[in-house]
């Protein structure tokens, strides 16, 4: 009895050991892998004759032309000879240490890995705001914020509210981050499409009851009003002008998703209803200077889609008064959106 409580006591207490000692180990790697490459370029910047610049090879040369070339297009320079290093093993090395802690401590719930990559990011955001004398390391320190901080979100939320706050973070980054910083631009543009992607194959994927379905619901909304706010953002900056275009158009797909997905099962009038006071809406913001000519164009396909709803859908489904009901209040839509739309007079 005491040599098998000896033999149990013996065979837990070294892999207990090991877990610790494997876990300081990556949280020491993660650190050095982190810092390795920024600290060589301060080395190569003062010219130490023991760190040179290492030869590229063929296949480093065209992964750096693809770099500047899709830096050229985010409005960035050219990048220095080690810059694909850098930004590899700084970006990459706490994810991939924190993901391995992860895998070596699996009692522990994956939000406290999302807690890690968000302190991580904020850490990384004031350290961002200290001076730099590399333009290109600062780019990569608020890279490394914007990605850490975006990954920690989608490891703590839930599944509903995940998207929606995954919105919100390329809201503020497209927000309040200067043009310059085309990395962590770059993630919140990718951020918010993949979001309004998601958000639509959710709704047409699943059907929800109860308290879970207007948690989507809100999660809509919130993601909807975010992919606007930033759209209205990147219109007003001539130089994102198209991307904001196709924002636009996509965070209108994605509102015409929701609203059929969830006005359909309570009463279909309700959609062809909401789909005409949208596009009367669009057809009102339309007059305003900016994006008026797309404004228009989307209000008048969208009141081609209340017209078709309404002939092929509205008028076999529903009973003779609210037939006429419906009628009335289209009716009424329509001659509100063309009154805003005659020109002023005096």
Known sequence: MILSETLSTSGTVPSARGSISLSVLLVLAGVAFTRAASLRRQLLAIGSPRYTAAPGGEITDRAMEAMDAFSKILGG?????????????????????????????????????????????SAALSFGMSKFTDREFRQVVFTAAALWTLLGIIKIAPDPERLALSAVHAALVLAYVRNALIGPRAIAKVTIVVVLAALVGSEFGSVRVGLLRWRWVASDLVTIAASALISQKLVADRAERIQGVVLIVLTYLTSLVVIFAVLQPIWAPLVTTTYALLGAGLLIMSRRRGGERLLLQLGGVTMVIVVARLLLVDLAS??????????????????????KLQPSRS
């Open 318 to 339: 529903v009973e003779t008064i609210w037939r006429v009901f419906l009628f009335l209040l289209i009716g009424g839509v329509f001659l509100y959106a063309g009154y």
């Open 77 to 121: 320079a050219k990048s220095s000879a080690d810059s694909l290093v850098l930004w590899v093993m700084t970006l990459l090395s706490p994810i991939i240490a924190v993901s391995l802690l992860a895998g070596i401590w699996t009692s522990i719930p994956t939000e406290v890995s999302g807690l890690i990559l968000f302190g991580l990011g």
